[in-house]
């Protein structure tokens, strides 16, 4: 009997047989981890702030405190997101708003002066 192809041209053969080790396990779930890389499910437990991490929770509150804008910010300059590289983004999102209003602030006091 013929291999099945793919489509790019080569041959993937499916081995179906269970290893000795699964069979020795009795139906119980293994806990699977990488030994060459121990952090790998480092980042399977939830962002903190209801899951949305740091830098999103500053975002949305900063439209309402705007302060919150400007901590994130000082998060991000200080590498916060190596614990975590899932914060990367809010906090960038954050610093960018707290960019924009500085902006807008200056503009406002500009025009109020002149």
Known sequence: ????????????YMDQR???E???????YELI???EDPCLG???????????GIGWFSLLLGFVFPLMWYYATILYFKNY???DPRERAGLAASA???LICTIAIII???VLIF
């Open 1 to 12: 009997m013929r291999p099945p192809t793919v489509s790019l041209g080569f041959s993937v």
């Open 18 to 20: 269970h290893s000795a």
């Open 22 to 28: 699964s069979e020795h396990k009795n139906g119980e």
């Open 33 to 35: 981890r990488d030994d």
């Open 42 to 52: 480092m980042y399977d437990k939830p962002l903190p702030c209801f899951g949305c």
């Open 81 to 83: 997101y190596q614990r």
């Open 96 to 98: 960018i708003a707290a």
């Open 108 to 110: 406002t006091i500009a």
